[in-house]
């Protein structure tokens, strides 16, 4: 059972448009999300994190979004520019846990076209 | 090395053989993870390592995986008698204690024919 989904396998927007990845998941025990990105060739890198206490939070252009309630987050990435053009990963973690045992989405192909 | 190292990068090995996959995390980071990510699929916990020991093992698929970690550095995921399901890419994340900042490596991509 896919626990974390990314229902959108992939996504295209233009240089300087907002760009949203959603993810929705089903564990009503996570309550810690991350967004990695990944390059061809190369490994995933953590790129922004939210806890279920907050709704929101802000790092430069990206920005998470949560909405317990739906079970559902979102990456915001404003200004979009070519070198975001990445797969991206939602990741999940079960409340308590101390370590880095993730739960991932499929993954998002995100083009932004110059 | 500045990040993690895995080795090697591509491994191509015919049905029923064993395999080794090789990580040397960030140097001082005390824990390790393996993941896996199939085609298509998000990237799948296999075990855990905090120095020497593994406290979680539970995403080892069969007994047929085995890792180990020495010296609180390198680590072997060991694949006995690889089957076509075990096609996937294998990889390594170590992390110093901020456990959210895991740092990957750039995988092992392995092929069963």
Redo the contacts between chains.
Sequence with gaps: DQQVKQNSPSLSVQEGRISILNCDYTNSMFDYFLWYKKYPAEGPTFLISISSIKDKNEDGRFTVFLNKSAKHLSLHIVPSQPGDSAVYFCAASYGGTSYGKLTFGQGTILTVHP | GAG?SQSPSNKVTEKGKDVELRCDPISGHT?L?W?RQSL??????LI?F?GNSAP?KS?LPSDRFSAERTGGSVSTLTIQRTQQEDSAVY?C?S?LDA?????????TQLSVL
């Design positions: 993690v824990a993870y993941y298509g699929q998000g990237l799948e916990f855990y905090q979680d995403g990889l994340a992390s456990w959210e900042k895991l740092f990957f490596g750039s995988g």
